[in-house]
């Protein structure tokens, strides 16, 4: 499995609109259709935001079930990968229920609090890390460790010392978010160095940054993620026109590199997902 590299794609996120980038999916049938489409292009996991009939973010259990219901109605097997914080607003309890009505293979786990985009802050507290932790193990998903600076990981290993998290442990660096660690090889080299040796790690690079974090991670044996969660943009000036844009130009460089693209099969395999 050396040679295989798992894509993420992030379809939607709890922020860009349609009004930063018209082809943003929203909705869940425009989510579950973008998914699908990007499960054919080479994805293996895709990481899912909700949005509200306004356009916002939301942990609406309902709208999980929704959507996803619509993904397993089709032939796709990608790796559903829920968010736990797609809105800064919820309690505990909201962030969390879906993962018992939706039952997904992993879920998000961000494992330290943060100024966030230098206006606000996003709560992670060590009461909720804890709850979250358990419950996960509880509901049989596998936490996707999310890195904005280097605390996490080590609030990560502190949690898995004591039992809240199970090794082999997947960390997701997100790298460039205003407030969290500047997206620059520096940095990734740094954070992935911090990284147990036993566990599997994915990273990505929001806006301008993405390009070049998507490279260096392939060439130091990473996984990847892709999508408008973190860049609305193709390449510079240029609007993405889909989420599949980007999972093909990843596969396309994956290919490049000497490897492949792993099947959500595949992908299980590497996580450890049963």
Request: aromatic content about 8%; charged content about 20%.
């Amino acid at each position: 499995m050396n040679d295989k590299v798992i894509i993420t794609v992030a379809t939607t996120g709890a922020f860009p609109t349609k009004e930063h980038n018209k082809a943003i999916p929203m909705t869940p049938h425009e989510i579950a259709k973008d998914v699908y489409a990007c499960w054919k292009a080479g994805a293996a996991i895709a990481h899912l935001h909700m949005r509200d009939d306004d356009g916002h973010g939301t942990m609406s259990a309902e709208r999980f079930e929704e959507t996803i219901s619509l993904i397993r109605k089709t032939d796709c097997d990608i790796i559903i990968n829920c968010t736990t914080s797609g809105d800064l607003h919820a309690t505990d309890e909201t962030r969390m229920i879906h993962l018992s009505k939706v039952k997904p293979e992993m879920a998000s786990y961000d494992c330290g609090t943060m100024n966030w985009m230098n206006s606000t802050v996003f709560y992670n507290t060590p009461a909720f890390l804890e709850k979250l932790g358990y419950y996960m193990q509880e509901q049989n998903v596998k936490p996707e460790i999310e890195v904005f600076d280097a605390s996490f990981i080590y609030n990560a290993l502190y949690y898995l010392k004591k039992g809240v998290l199970k090794a082999p442990l997947h960390f997701q660096l997100c790298m460039g978010a205003p407030g969290g660690i500047a997206a620059t090889i520096e940095n990734l080299v740094f954070l992935k160095n911090l990284l147990p040796k036993d566990c599997t790690w994915s990273a990505f690079g929001i806006g301008s940054n993405h390009l070049p974090t998507l490279f260096a991670t392939i060439s130091m044996g990473g996984h990847i993620r892709v999508g408008m969660e973190d860049n609305v943009y193709y390449t510079k000036g240029e609007l993405a026109k889909s989420n599949c844009q980007f999972v093909e130009r990843a596969v396309r460089i994956i290919q490049e590199a000497g490897k492949q693209p792993a099947t959500p099969n595949e992908a299980r395999k590497i996580l450890n997902i049963k």
